[in-house]
């Protein structure tokens, strides 16, 4: 079997409703690791935003500038990610027992 095979086998595609719910990797970490181990989780997020040139807006103040400084965690997710398992059993695992369950995360 490929790698690519492999990784297709131990990792969940995890959909996020409402797409802006705040789901960080720690979230699916905590979550999904009540199955089996994993090796990774990933939240996708939208890209930042690139940095203003100065002589573009001359009259700018610098207030925007934070914008540059954004953490990952709150930039908006497109409502999905990913959840990679050690093993192909524990994916297959999590796939029938939280299909379609509800993960609560501050305090929801």
């Known amino acids: ?7 297709a086998t131990t ?12 789901v960080t990797r720690l979230h699916l970490q905590s979550y999904f ?3 089996g181990p ?7 997020r939208q890209k930042r935003r690139k940095k203003k040139r100065r002589q573009d807006y001359e ?4 207030e925007d500038d934070d914008d540059d400084d954004e ?3 709150e930039r908006e997710g497109k409502g999905y990610g ?9 994916a297959k695992e999590a796939k029938q ?7 609560k995360i501050n305090g929801n």
């Open 1 to 7: 079997m490929s790698s690519a095979a492999a990784a």
């Open 11 to 22: 990792t969940v595609f995890v959909r996020f409703n409402p797409p802006d719910t705040a």
């Open 33 to 35: 690791s009540n199955v």
């Open 38 to 44: 994993v090796k990774k989780c990933s939240v996708i």
């Open 59 to 62: 009259d700018d103040d610098d």
């Open 71 to 73: 953490k990952k965690s």
């Open 82 to 90: 990913f959840v990679k398992f050690t093993n192909e059993h524990d």
């Open 97 to 103: 027992k939280l299909n379609n369950s509800t993960m």
